[in-house]
């Protein structure tokens, strides 16, 4: 099994409910994104073209981040999910540096969304229901709980809701599709096969989980 997820370019319209979703379940202090969108423009003036790539953690197959961290908080899991052990994170931030997607952010402290205002109800639900330990690196797990807590419900990520990341729920176009990039009769995997999915920035031999097709 190896969770993997396939982006339709072609469907997407920035429209950054992907990257607002992520934020709102997760809680995430200011300047912090876990699911992030890169806008550019193509072509010559006056025919030019926006070309959107939204972007998240790329659970590779070959990880550098795990390669490089000291403590061994940064692992890769059995179902492909590239995970961070707060506790044995030490903000060395070795992995920040190395990973090609600029995936990770570094948690230093709490900062007020208004400043000198405190905290506004948003950030105090989610320092109840996911503190953040200062000096430790984060990214998107692929909304991992949610997956294991559907498994043991024998829920089937991809497929249904409760089970499935907030970024493919939340996507009005449904260019989001996550499976099991292992098993052939997946959508996902299908996706993969069948139409030009290209992995982002492939000269680094990490072998990505996140795919993207262009047209």
């Known amino acids: 099994m ?3 997820m396939v982006i ?8 950054y409910a992907c990257a607002i979703s992520c934020k709102q379940e997760y809680f ?17 003036y ?34 492909g999910i590239i995970s961070v052990n707060a506790d044995k994170c030490v903000g060395c931030r070795y992995c920040l540096i190395v990973c090609p997607y600029q995936a990770r952010s570094y948690f230093q402290k709490r900062k007020e969304y208004f400043p000198g205002q405190g905290l506004t109800e948003f950030e105090k639900v989610g320092e109840k229901l996911y503190p953040l330990q200062h000096g430790v690196v984060y990214k998107c797990d692929f909304c991992s709980k949610r997956i294991d ?12 809701r409760e089970a499935t990341p907030v970024c493919v729920l939340s996507c009005p176009t449904k260019a989001r599709v996550f499976g099991d990039l292992d098993d052939p009769n997946s959508e996902v995997a299908i996706l993969r096969g069948s139409r030009k999915a290209i992995q982002l920035r492939p000269e680094y031999c990490t072998d990505p989980s996140v795919y993207y097709i262009l047209g």
């Open 149 to 160: 807590d559907g498994i043991k419900k024998g829920m089937k990520p991809g497929i249904d």
């Open 28 to 44: 995430l202090p200011p300047g912090m994104m876990w699911s992030r969108l890169l806008i550019s423009e193509i072509g010559q």
């Open 46 to 79: 006056p025919r030019v073209a926006r070309q959107t790539y939204p972007v998240l953690c790329n659970h590779c197959k070959e990880p550098l981040c795990t390669k490089v961290c000291p403590t061994g908080a940064s692992q890769r899991r059995e179902d």
């Open 2 to 4: 190896r969770w993997g």
């Open 8 to 15: 339709n370019l072609t469907k997407c319209v920035g429209c």
